[in-house]
């Protein structure tokens, strides 16, 4: 059974950065790509980030420039970089696969907080 712990999140102002991990504990070797995903106060979770086995990564557009996936394999962990943060920004954060078919259990998010 794959556990999934997300952390790195807190208050920050506008303009700052944070660096959100991700821990994955268990078999994870059949898990090709993980992703980020977020969840907005009155909205849907979505997809933000995804980065494969060898590095691949993929982007919402929006967040193109501004945010950054990377993953340390030996580790089992997966991270998310963010920079020029904007209250829109607002949200749980959340690590997963992709495609969710593995149904993997959501971890506990990490809630960021972008405000002045």
């Known amino acids: 059974q794959v556990q999934l712990v997300e952390s790195g999140g807190g208050l920050v102002q506008p303009g700052g950065s944070l660096r959100l991990s991700c821990a994955a504990s268990?078999?994870?070797?059949?898990?090709?790509?993980m992703a980020w995903y977020r969840q907005r106060p009155g909205e849907q979770r979505e997809l933000v980030a995804s980065i494969n086995s060898g590095g691949l990564t993929n982007y919402l557009d929006s967040l193109k420039g501004r945010f950054t996936i990377s993953r340390d394999n030996l580790k089992n962990m997966v991270f998310l970089q963010m920079s020029s943060l904007k209250p829109e920004d607002t949200a749980v954060y959340y690590c997963?696969?992709?495609?969710?078919?593995?149904?993997?259990?959501w971890g506990q998010g990490t809630q960021v907080t972008v405000s002045s």
């Open positions: 997963n696969s992709l495609p969710l078919g593995y149904y993997l259990k």
């Open positions: 268990g078999s994870t070797f059949i898990i090709n790509t």
